[in-house]
């Protein structure tokens, strides 16, 4: 059974006009931007997204892929050499790698709960340093929705990018992400 968490006091953040000027203060959850932890957690989300961001594409030829020694190059007995089935065998010139490496999938999932907690940790460092900056509202002359074309990793204005894209946790830990980022 799950011990009842203490209440966290709500986190005033600074709230902002267009024009980057400061018109109040906005009250959040001190749940999500007012908390604490274990930096390992921390340690652990930022391995897992960088662990799932590797492309685990790099591969070498074994003695099966290499193309061509499908004959014996001497017979086995009689010539006085050491015997050879292949001429691609790994100990050969031209021959294929041993053990090397071979495409894989490095990803992989620490818990839901763990995930949650270590992304409000991350949020609650940024709110707590001052790098959290809430935009009251955005209207732009031409009617564009303004959530589209904001960065995650810079909160910058861009061009022809797809909507949705989703903030990571190093982007969260990086110190120029939330300067100008748009939240709400």
């Known amino acids: 059974m799950r011990k009842p968490q203490a209440q ?23 749940m999500v931007f007012g908390r604490g932890g274990e930096n390992t957690l921390l340690h652990e989300a930022v391995r897992m997204q960088l662990a799932n961001r ?6 070498t030829k074994t003695r099966g ?16 050499r050491a015997r050879a089935g292949s001429t691609r065998s790994p100990i050969w010139r031209h021959g294929g790698t041993t053990f090397g490496p071979q495409p894989r999938d490095y990803s992989y999932k620490i818990p839901k709960r763990a995930w949650r907690q ?13 790098k959290l900056k809430v935009i009251d509202s955005l209207e732009l002359a031409f009617g ?19 909507a949705g894209r989703h903030v990571r946790l190093q982007d969260l830990l990086d110190a120029p992400l939330f300067n100008d980022a748009v939240i709400g």
């Open 144 to 162: 564009i929705d303004f959530s589209r074309f904001v960065s995650a990793d810079s909160g910058r204005l861009l061009e022809n990018e797809p």
């Open 118 to 130: 270590a992304l409000c940790m991350a949020i609650s460092d940024r709110a707590s340093a001052g």
């Open 8 to 30: 966290i006091a709500p986190v005033r953040l600074p709230l902002y006009s267009a024009k980057r000027e400061k018109v109040g203060e906005l009250e959040v959850s001190g």
């Open 65 to 80: 892929l290499i193309s061509g020694g499908g004959r014996k190059p001497w017979r086995q007995k009689g010539t006085g």
């Open 54 to 59: 590797r492309a685990g594409n790099a591969a």
